[in-house]
């Protein structure tokens, strides 16, 4: 099983809908991480996980719930999202939590299309 | 103004050309990622330095920071090296990584 692995790679869901985005990593990480990628515009951080416990939220919308029920997976919740919200979104793992050791490992992306 | 600004936005080089792809910040940070991002999505993590320079096969990374400015070359390019690559930097006291806008790269035959 590669690195880090992302389910699904593509979503498209209505502004009611409710849907889940996976992400799981097999290379014994302690940190994990949301990133958002809008067309046309820098990579952006959502959260940071660092064994289990939320340790970064950059303003995120309450639309967007994430969920780390344990080191090797971490879940982003959608819910009521906008159209502005359809981006690229990446998750990723690290050793540590951000240090400047550290590297990130990226999955695939969900590619995601809201209506 | 983003902190981390590429150059250039896009480029196009024949196979075999030796490309330069520049990375300038404007923060103290403490590392520099260089990623790279195929049509695809997904993200492959090239290099990260604090100082001087690495090399990995045809890729080689230098970053100077007093001058707050970071390089990535890659020698004999061919088509498979075409992809975006951005710089990404770790601030000294964040623990979050500051992206780039990304230089889309197409290597002709």
């Known amino acids: 099983e590669t690195g880090v692995t992302q389910t699904p790679r593509h979503l498209v869901m209505g502004m009611t809908n409710k849907k889940s985005l996976k992400c799981e990593q097999h290379l014994g990480h302690n940190a994990m991480y949301w990133y958002k990628q809008s067309a046309k515009k820098p990579l952006e951080l959502m959260f940071v996980?660092?064994?289990?416990?939320?340790?970064e939220n950059n303003s995120v919308p309450s639309r967007f719930s994430p969920e780390c029920p344990n080191s090797s997976h971490l879940f982003l919740h959608l819910h009521t999202l906008q159209p502005e919200d359809s981006a690229l979104y990446l998750c990723?793992?690290?050793?540590?939590?951000?240090?400047?050791?550290?590297?990130?490992?990226f999955g695939p992306g969900t590619r995601l299309t809201v209506l | 103004k983003n902190e981390v600004e590429q150059s250039p936005q896009n480029l196009t080089a024949q196979e075999g050309e030796f490309i330069t792809i520049n990375c300038s910040y404007s923060?103290?940070?403490?590392?520099l990622h260089w990623l790279q991002q195929h049509p695809g999505g997904g993200i492959v993590s090239l290099f990260m330095?604090?100082?001087g320079k690495k090399k990995h096969g045809r890729l080689i990374a230098t970053i100077n920071i007093q001058e707050k400015h970071s390089s990535l070359h890659i020698t004999a390019s061919h088509p498979r090296d075409s992809a975006v690559y951005i710089c990404a930097v770790i601030s000294g006291s964040a623990r979050q990584l500051t992206f780039g806008s990304g230089t889309q790269l197409t290597v002709l035959p």
């Open positions: 923060v103290g940070i403490s590392a």
């Open positions: 990723a793992s690290s050793q540590g939590a951000g240090g400047s050791s550290d590297t990130q490992y």
């Open positions: 996980y660092s064994l289990e416990e939320r340790v």
């Open positions: 330095l604090s100082s």
